[in-house]
Every structure is written in C-alpha cells, then in structure tokens.
Nanobody, 126 residues
C-alpha cells in the first residue's frame, strides 16, 4: 500500500510556473506507475500526465503537452509535475495517483489507479 501527499500548489499569474510534488510512503514506490490528474469546479477529474515506474516514458494530455513535464525520483519516493506557461484554464485541484505496475503501458483513466493523494489547489489568474 502507498500513501500520497501532494504539495506545491498556489496562486500565480498567467505565464508563471509552478512545480508540484507528490511524496509517497512505503518501500515499493519504484514499482508504481504514477500519474497526475486535475479537477476543476463542476468538471470531472481529467488526466494530465503519466510516468512509468522507471521514469523513462511519459505521456501528456494534449492540453498540457509542451508546457508540463512529469518526472520522478525513486530514491526520494517523489514524483513531480513541472508546470510552465500556466493558463487560467489550468486552474484546478491537482491529484497524484499510483498504480502498482511495472510495464510500459500508460493509463489515462481515473479507474485505473489504486491510490490517490488529497490534492493541491492551483489557481492561475489572468
């Protein structure tokens, strides 16, 4: 089992950058595929980015491609989301999620992930 805690959210102006972190408990973090999702008020939770257990492969939603970068540091049990050129439409609660999986497939569905953090608020003003 793994527990996830996100941090790094905040209020920024359009065009700014933020880096989110997701710290995981447990000694088996490196066996988990990780992902970032976000949920804006009144909307469904949506996929943002995923990263394989090795960190060698990433996928992104079209809306964030070329602006966001997912990475992970397995010895530190942490996954990151670097967000650049933020837009007001990026405003949402951001969640990290974990799935125990040591393959190369990327999963974009909420239902695919077994563990979730509590979320961190990102607000981008225009």
């Amino acid at each position: 089992q793994v527990q996830l805690v996100e941090s790094g959210g905040g209020l920024v102006q359009a065009g700014a950058s933020l880096r989110l972190s997701c710290a995981a408990s447990g000694r088996t973090f490196s066996t988990y595929a990780m992902a970032w999702f976000r949920q804006a008020p009144g909307k469904e939770r949506e996929f943002v980015a995923s990263i394989t257990w090795t960190g060698n492969s990433r996928e992104y939603a079209d809306s964030v491609k070329d602006r966001f970068t997912a990475s992970r540091d397995n010895p530190k049990n942490t996954v990151y989301l670097q967000m650049n050129s933020l837009k007001p439409e990026d405003t949402a609660v951001y969640f990290c999620a974990a799935k125990q999986y040591r393959g190369t497939v990327h999963f974009r569905g909420v239902i695919e992930y077994d563990y979730w953090g509590q979320g961190t608020q990102v607000t981008v003003s225009s």
